[in-house]
């Protein structure tokens, strides 16, 4: 019997519009009053997160959500349980790697995003997030980033800044892609998976009483870590490879209600 639900937002609970459908709702409101903790777990910063979550208005005060890719765990009613940063000297470091090369560093500090100019890459980031980008100077020299963002249209170059960076830092940071244009970068010990791990621990929850939902590389994490892991049909190809379930629908086609009504609502 499962414990826990882990949904993803964009591309898996979204739709593209960035709406979340009756059909998906309705379906999450069912698993919840049968005992299912509902846990929203996103790349996106805390703040961009939690007005969907007001509108779904199905938590309790105590219950939690993962924001920042993993790197930060809260309750509902916005205490901190979980914050893994990325510190000096480690932040001016891959900061400068970042501008050498030419691509946009997005910061995130307490719940800012911090960046150095806006910019058409900018601009599309705060239209997909509804983030409020604050310009500041030498945002290498900040005290800390809850993540990394580099952002840009050459996939071939953040490829590059991958291996790079991994090179250089394997031991202290985790380097990702959530989505073809945004490469991450996170504390060592901050991804999907690991802080589903550590609310579970927390829960009593065993990975096989978890069910995990989403759609891109920042996913396998956590969809590795569940006991069933699933992607949804609109998914990366490398997502579907590895999950335990592929839906039939898609993110615009209620594929969560689909996953509920399948694995929970029996």
Known sequence: MYKMLVLDFDDTLLKDDLSI??????????????????????????????????????????????????????????????????????????????KEHDVTVQLYNGSKMIVEEINETVKKYVELTQSEP????????????????????????????KVIIENKYQNQANVFFSKPNYLEILHKDANKGLAVKYLAEKLGIASEEIIAV????????????????????????????????????????HAVCEVIEKFILK
């Not at 979980?82 to 000297?89: D, G, L, M, T």
């Not at 900040?142 to 993540?147: N, R």
């Not at 699933?230 to 335990?244: L, P």
């Open 214 to 253: 989403g759609d891109s590389f920042n996913d396998i994490f956590m969809i590795e870590y569940a006991g069933l892991g699933v992607a949804v049909a609109n998914g990366r190809e490398e997502v579907k490879a590895i999950a335990n379930y592929v839906t039939e629908k898609d993110n615009n086609n």
């Open 21 to 98: 459908s009756s059909e998906n709702i309705k379906a999450i409101q069912k698993a919840k009053d049968q005992g299912i903790i509902i846990l929203f777990c996103s790349g996106r910063s805390d703040e961009s997160m939690f007005h969907f979550i007001e509108e779904l208005d199905i938590h309790d005060a105590d219950e939690y959500f993962v924001s920042y890719n993993g790197a930060k765990i809260d309750t509902i009613d916005r205490q901190n349980i979980f914050h893994k940063k990325i510190e000096q000297p480690l932040l001016n470091k891959i900061v400068k790697i970042g």
């Open 134 to 161: 604050i310009v500041e100077e030498n945002i290498e020299d900040l005290e800390y980033s809850t993540k990394i963002l580099l952002n840009s249209t050459n996939r071939e170059l953040l490829e590059e800044l």
